[in-house]
C-alpha cells in the first residue's frame, strides 16, 4: 500500500467533490496498492472514500494475493453473487452519491453497478487519480531515465546493423532483441519505410528497406512498470532533397516545442508553437496528430499536449514531443522525445535527437 499516494487522491478528491473512486484499471490499483491483478470478466473494484484505507471487491479467487499487498478492508465475492450489490452497499453505508470511475471502467461493469445505485451520479476519475499520477516522484523519473537510456543505447548500436534489403519486420525483431539485452521489456516496435512512414499507426510487413527510403522507427520499452517511447526517422542511403527539407521543419518544430515547455504553460501552448513551424513551411495539412502525450506506468496518459488542451504543466510531468509530418504515398518523418516539466523549462530523458537526417547504407 502506498499511504502518500493514496493520502494525494482522497485530498484530490475533496478538491473536485468527488465521494468516492472506483477504480478497475490494473495499473492503477497497482500504482496505489502494489496489488496487480489483469482486466478480466470477474469484476474486481478497488474503491476510495475521502478517508480511511480503501476497500476492495475482488473474486475470491484473488481475495489472499491481495491481502499479502497489504489490502485489508476486502469483500470477496463467488461465482453467482451479485458484486455490484455488494459495492452498492459499500457507497451507501458511507452514503457516496458522487462517484468517479476510471477510463478503463468496462461497460458492462459500469452498466451493470448504475444499475444498482440509480441515486448515484457517476464521472471520470480523469480529473483525480489520473492527476495524481501526472507528477512524477523521483524514483519514477530514475526508472523513466532508465527505460529511456535502454530505447537509446538500443537505437545507436541499430545503427550499427541496418542495412538496405532489411524487412521491416527483421529490423523490428533486431531492435527488440536489442532493447531485452539491456533488461528492458519490449513493448512496441513500429518500423515503416518509404510510403509506410505517412502511415502514423502503419502495422510492419516483410517490405525491405530500399535505397531512397525515409524510414519512422518508433518503439519502447518497460522498466519496472514504467515505460520509454521515442522516434527517429533515418534515410536508406541517399534520399531526396524534399526528404532532407521535411526532415528539417519536424527537427525545427520538436525543439520549438521543447522550448515552449515550463510549468504554468498549458499543453496548447506547447501544440501551438510545435504546430506553428509546420504550418509556416506549408505543411500544416500534413501534421494530424496531436505534439504528445503523457507517460508514466502507461505509454498514453495525461497531459494532453493537443490543440487547445488546458492542461497547465506542473512539475513531474512527463510527456512526449512528437511533431510529424506525413506525406500521403510518399514519406513521414517524426521526431520524437520525452521530456519532464520543471519550473525552469525541462529535462530531456533521451538523447538528442540528430539535427540532420541519419543515412544508412
Known amino acids: 500500500m502506498n499511504q502518500d499516494r493514496i493520502a494525494r487522491v482522497q485530498a484530490r478528491m475533496i478538491e473536485v467533490g468527488v465521494d468516492a473512486v472506483a477504480l ?14 489483469g482486466t478480466y470478466e470477474r469484476f474486481l473494484s478497488l474503491t476510495l472514500f475521502r ?22 478492508d476486502i469483500h470477496p465475492w463467488r461465482d453467482g453473487e451479485n458484486p455490484y450489490a455488494l459495492l452498492h452497499g459499500l457507497l451507501a453505508k458511507r452514503s ?37 499520477m501526472r507528477a512524477k516522484a523521483p524514483d519514477e523519473l530514475a526508472k523513466l531515465r532508465a527505460a529511456g537510456k535502454i530505447v537509446d543505447d538500443a537505437f545507436a548500436e541499430l545503427l550499427t546493423v541496418i542495412r538496405a534489403g532489411q524487412t521491416e519486420l527483421e529490423v523490428q525483431a533486431t531492435l527488440q532483441g536489442m532493447v531485452a539485452a539491456r533488461g ?11 510510403p509506410a512512414g505517412a502511415e502514423p499507426h502503419h502495422q510492419n510487413d516483410d517490405r525491405p528497406l530500399t535505397k531512397g527510403d525515409v524510414v ?18 533515418i534515410g536508406v542511403q541517399e534520399v531526396s532533397a524534399r526528404a532532407h527539407e521535411v526532415y528539417d521543419v519536424v527537427y525545427r518544430a520538436h525543439m520549438a516545442g521543447r522550448n515552449a515547455i515550463r510549468a504554468g ?24 496528430h496531436r505534439t504528445g502525450h503523457g507517460i508514466g506506468r ?19 510531468d512527463c510527456f512526449s514531443v512528437e511533431p510529424g509530418i506525413y506525406l500521403p504515398l510518399e514519406l513521414g518523418v517524426r521526431i520524437e522525445n520525452i521530456v519532464n516539466a520543471t519550473a525552469e ?17
Open 265 to 288: 504553460a498549458t499543453g496548447g501552448h506547447v501544440d501551438h508553437a510545435t504546430r506553428q513551424v509546420i504550418e509556416d513551411a506549408g505543411f500544416g495539412e500534413f501534421f494530424n
Open 184 to 194: 528492458g521489456k519490449p513493448t512496441f516496435c513500429q518500423v515503416a519505410a518509404g
Open 298 to 316: 502507461r505509454v498514453h496518459e495525461a497531459p494532453e499536449i493537443g490543440p487547445g488542451s488546458p492542461d497547465v504543466l506542473m512539475p513531474g
Open 51 to 72: 478517508e480511511g484505507a480503501p476497500v476492495l471487491v475482488c473474486p475470491a479467487l484473488t481475495e489472499n494475493q491481495a491481502r499479502r499487498h497489504g489490502i485489508e
Open 24 to 37: 478497475t484499471s490494473p495499473v492503477k490499483v497497482d500504482y496505489l496498492t502494489g496489488f496487480a491483478e
Open 96 to 132: 457516496a452519491l458522487r462517484v468517479a470511475v476510471d477510463d478503463e471502467y468496462w461497460a458492462k461493469h459500469l452498466l451493470a453497478l448504475q444499475h444498482e445505485c440509480p441515486g448515484c451520479h457517476f464521472s471520470l476519475a480523469s480529473d483525480v487519480v489520473d492527476y495524481v
Open 216 to 233: 519512422v522507427i518508433d518503439f519502447g520499452c518497460e522498466v519496472e512498470g514504467y515505460q520509454a517511447d521515442i522516434t527517429r526517422t
Open 345 to 361: 523549462g525541462h529535462d530531456c530523458l533521451n538523447a538528442e535527437p540528430s539535427p540532420t537526417m541519419i543515412l544508412i547504407s
